[in-house]
T-cell receptor, first 114, second 115 residues
């Protein structure tokens, strides 16, 4: 089974802090994604990476950055956390769509910014 | 850009009955993938079923089946013999076939199952 692991399930951070959310997948997937989930808004794409050191902005990249130095790891960075970034963050991974189109998700990271 | 619309925020079904969840999408592409994901209270997203647009046959997975109408850009999910464990949020999603394609989600529908 594919496993996508988000190391921090619940975090509480202060406004202005730098926050790292880590995600690791164990299936040699090229594509990795970070989504944000808010009530009534569904899942919105923040950033995705289609290979090591490659990244592309999603629909709501403002206030976020990402890092992908190794194929299995994709990090989401909040440079200066704000209260409107309180949310649940979901990491996901997949092969290239031409090889396998299903996207697999981690269990989510609940972030509260106070 | 592709969009996915789930117009019903909530639905309810009696246990053992059948329910259909609606989804429409907008795209100019001819080949793509469509998915239904289930998100129970644990928040783990679980793939329920997927459909490849070039396949005319509707996908089926046990009690779950889809009605894929490509011309109408409609992709509904039918759950037969509903069980209490089916209660969850359900998301419809679209993915194009390009190498760098992302998954675009609808806003989801909350399904409750009455015992």
């Amino acid at each position: 089974d594919v496993k996508v692991t988000q190391s921090s399930r619940y975090l509480v951070k202060r406004t202005g802090e730098k926050v790292f959310l880590e995600c690791v997948q164990d299936m040699d997937h090229e594509n990795m994604f970070w989504y944000r989930q808010d009530p009534g808004l569904g899942l919105r794409l923040i950033y995705f990476s289609y290979d090591v050191k490659m990244k592309e902005k999603g629909d709501i990249p403002e206030g976020y950055s990402v890092s992908r130095e190794k194929k299995e790891r994709f990090s989401l960075i909040l440079e200066s956390a704000s209260t409107n970034q309180t949310s649940m963050y979901l990491c996901a991974s997949s092969l290239y769509p031409t090889s396998g189109n299903t996207i697999y998700f981690g269990e989510g990271s609940w972030l509260t910014v106070v | 850009a592709q969009t996915v619309t789930q117009s019903q925020p909530e639905m309810s079904v009696q246990e053992a009955e059948t329910v259909t969840l609606s989804c429409t999408y907008d795209t100019s592409e001819s080949d793509y993938y469509l998915f239904w994901y289930k998100q129970p209270p644990s928040r783990q997203m679980i793939l329920v079923i997927r459909q490849e647009a070039y396949k005319q046959q509707n996908a089926t997975e046990n009690r779950f089946s889809v009605n894929f109408q490509k011309a109408a850009k409609s992709f509904s999910l039918k759950i037969s013999d509903s069980q209490l464990g089916d209660a969850a949020m359900y998301f419809c999603a679209y993915r194009s076939t390009g190498a760098n394609s992302k998954l675009t989600f609808g806003k989801g529908i909350t399904l409750s199952v009455r015992p």
